[in-house]
């Protein structure tokens, strides 16, 4: 059973930063597309940043320049930088990773909040 773990979140400040890090196990195929997604209260779920196996990243326009994606294929992980944290980051965040399997299955963590507050 494939499963995502993020881990990172807390509480900052405006202007502080804060590293997500999210660890898959259980898959045998690896993964092809891995990336970060958010949902702020009220709204809907929103592409944060992905990135290939090859290392292209994209990123939303909202988030280009203060976050950066990375991944470690040898350990299934994927990680995000975020620095100049803004109050409208607050949201929780997920992991999403794309089976290289049969069916492409996308996987899910269940999260990590993020508050940017003073």
């Known amino acids: 059973q494939v499963q995502l773990v993020e881990s990172g979140g807390g509480l900052v400040q405006p202007g502080g930063s804060l590293r997500l890090s999210c660890a898959a196990s259980?898959?045998?195929?690896?993964?092809?597309?891995m990336g970060w997604y958010r949902q702020a209260p009220g709204k809907q779920r929103e592409l944060v940043a992905d990135?290939?196996?090859?290392?292209?990243?994209n990123y939303a326009s909202s988030v280009k320049g203060r976050f950066t994606i990375s991944r470690d294929d040898a350990k299934d992980t994927v990680s995000m930088q975020m620095n100049s944290l803004k109050p409208e980051d607050r949201a929780v965040y997920y992991c999403?990773?794309?089976?290289?399997?049969?069916?492409?299955?996308?996987?899910w963590g269940r999260g990590t909040q993020v508050t940017v507050s003073s």
């Open positions: 999403r990773g794309r089976s290289r399997g049969p069916g492409q299955e996308d996987y």
């Open positions: 259980g898959s045998i195929f690896g993964f092809s597309a």
């Open positions: 990135i290939t196996r090859g290392g292209q990243a």
